[in-house]
């Protein structure tokens, strides 16, 4: 794929594009940059934390928790390859080369599209742990953990790979001015000299299936979670529960409604301006949320990181 971006970019005009990010509201740029800033300092920590919990505790060593510290790392890559360029864009003017942007967009792109299927692992494992109890350690082993976590990273990888080796064989000569704040691919197909509408078909056809299939099977999961909880007694526990399904339901939506609005019905954004307020939903807002949700509530999880901390500030002392 490497090969085939070269050979390509090789017959452009247009070596590097600058990305515009939010030019129209240039006075906001200063306190864009500080709470962006604090918000993505506060992503890295707080998925920092849940993977040295996960990693450090004998106790976290389960099936929900080896998927909560793949997320946390994915989520790490997946702001850290947007974010660094969005802040460096309200300082001055953000540019970067084509090949980068390519690289920039597969990437993304690719983490994007695991982190829908991982989502679905989750929300499945969380299904047989609930409906499933007695038979759960069967159904979730190791190995088969192990294998729904690679098959979720590789379908990232894989199915972006097709799309950027489509946008590789397109030629951009101008305009070069990318109205986003990184190379998303509706902006990107907008600046090709040459025809995009294979490019655009075949991402299409891919984004519907990426995210409705992972999407329908976590809907159907929390659904047969929330019967399984109505036959409980009303109760302290089944009130924890739903309160956990609602939150995990309330990222999931945020998470996949805007892919969904951006990928599949790009039409029903009116505006360049909303179209990155929605991308904003997805690139940091999601990720914010997530360390919150799924584990820095979680009593195990805290009490593992305390314990790691108390392990650290004893050998400083020692």
Not at 35 to 60: D, E, F, P, R
Not at 65 to 94: C, D, H, Q, R, W
Request: aromatic share 12%; proline share 4%.
């Amino acid at each position: 794929m490497i090969h085939m971006e070269t050979v390509s970019i090789g017959n452009q005009t247009i070596t590097e594009f600058v990305l515009l990010g939010f030019y129209d509201i240039a006075e906001l740029h200063p306190l864009f940059f500080t709470v962006l800033s604090v918000i993505y300092t506060s992503i890295i920590t707080g998925n920092t934390l849940i993977i040295v919990a996960v990693v450090s505790s004998q106790k976290l060593h389960t099936p929900m928790y080896f998927f909560l510290a793949n997320l946390s790392f994915l989520e790490i890559l997946y702001t850290s390859t947007v974010v660094p360029k969005m802040l460096e864009g309200f300082l001055k003017e953000a540019v970067i080369s084509v090949a980068h942007c390519l690289l920039q967009f597969f990437i993304f792109g690719s983490l994007a599209t695991a982190e829908c299927f991982l989502l679905a692992v989750m929300a499945y494992d969380r299904y047989l742990a609930i409906c499933y109890p007695l038979h759960y350690p069967l159904l979730m082993g190791p190995k088969w953990c192990l294998g729904l976590v690679v098959t979720a990273w590789l379908s990232g990888f894989i199915v972006d790979g097709l799309v950027v080796a489509l946008m590789a064989q397109l030629r951009f000569c101008g305009p070069n001015h990318i109205d986003h704040f990184y190379c998303d691919f509706t902006p990107l197909m907008d600046l090709a000299c040459s025809d995009p509408r294979v490019a655009q078909v075949v991402t299409f056809i891919l984004s519907v299936v990426c995210l409705t299939v992972p999407f329908g099977l976590i809907l159907t999961s929390y659904a047969r979670i929330v019967v399984a909880v109505l036959r409980v007694p009303a109760g302290a526990s089944r009130r924890k529960a739903f309160s956990t399904c609602s939150s995990h339901l309330a990222v999931v939506s945020t998470f996949y409604g805007t892919l969904i609005v951006l990928y599949i019905a790009p039409s029903a954004v009116h505006s360049q301006l909303l179209s990155k307020i929605f991308a904003l939903l997805y690139t940091v807002v999601t990720p914010i949320f997530n360390p919150v949700i799924y584990s820095l509530r979680n009593k195990e999880v805290l009490q593992a990181l305390r314990r790691f901390l108390h392990i650290k500030q004893t050998e400083t002392l020692d």
